[in-house]
């Protein structure tokens, strides 16, 4: 029985994810294609990312007890360097 509350719930939070926006937020502009505003370095940045995370899963294989190395060399240096980056992007906007 609890599988079915699971599903149950999994569908209703969809749900709310859905139309909740809709609801609350009226209408929004459309502004294009949200990815044409990526810049080339940006962009760089997140092919490294995923790379750098694709080759140390392949490495030291997390799903087979490595977790702690994966989460140490894979993605901690990722979400350093991007939170690094949201933290300066955020400085020099204030200027």
Do not use: D, H, Y
């Not at 609890?2 to 609350?24: A, D, K, N, W």
């Not at 459309?30 to 790379?51: D, H, M, N, Y």
């Amino acid at each position: 029985m609890s599988g079915i509350q699971e599903i149950l719930l999994i569908l209703v939070i969809i749900l709310m994810i859905v139309f909740v926006p809709r609801l609350v937020g009226g209408r929004r502009e459309k502004t294009g294609r949200p990815f044409e505003k990526i810049s080339g370095k940006t962009r760089l940045g997140i092919a490294v990312s995923v790379l750098n995370v694709a080759i140390f899963a392949v490495v030291f294989k997390p799903w087979g007890g490595q977790a702690l190395f994966f989460t140490c060399f894979g993605l901690a240096p990722v979400a350093a360097g991007w939170g690094a980056w949201w933290v300066w992007v955020g400085f020099r906007k204030e200027k």
